[in-house]
Nanobody, 124 residues
Framework: QVQLVESGGGLAQTGGSLRLSCAAS????????LGWFRQAPGKEREFVAA????????YYEDSVKGRFTISRDNAKTTVNLQMNSLKPEDTAVYYC?????????????????WGQGTEVTVSS
């Protein structure tokens, strides 16, 4: 089992920045590939970013490329999402996810463990 707890959400202005963190416990963190997803009001949950077990491979949803950066810290067992140049359309609940596999994935079905989410609101 893996427990995931997100933090760092809140209110930001358009063009601003937020840094989300997800703390993992319960299984060797270095064995996990990790991802971030988000769900905007009235919409389906969608992929945002993912990082492989070794941290070498990362994937991003097209609308966040160049603005968001996913990273992992195996010593602190955390995965982070640095979000810059925020837009109102980034408003959503952001979820951290983990999978017991080496490769990063953009598919929601590939992930075994999920956090409770942290809310991000970007004002225009």
């Amino acid at each position: 089992q893996v427990q995931l707890v997100e933090s760092g959400g809140g209110l930001a202005q358009t063009g601003g920045s937020l840094r989300l963190s997800c703390a993992a416990s319960g299984r060797t963190f270095s064995r996990l590939a990790l991802g971030w997803f988000r769900q905007a009001p009235g919409k389906e949950r969608e992929f945002v970013a993912a990082i492989s077990r070794g941290g070498i491979t990362t994937y991003y949803e097209d609308s966040v490329k160049g603005r968001f950066t996913i990273s992992r810290d195996n010593a602190k067992t955390t995965v982070n999402l640095q979000m810059n140049s925020l837009k109102p359309e980034d408003t959503a609940v952001y979820y951290c996810a983990a999978r017991s596999d080496s490769s990063a994935s953009s598919s929601e079905r590939a992930y075994d463990y999920w956090g409770q989410g942290t809310e991000v609101t970007v004002s225009s």
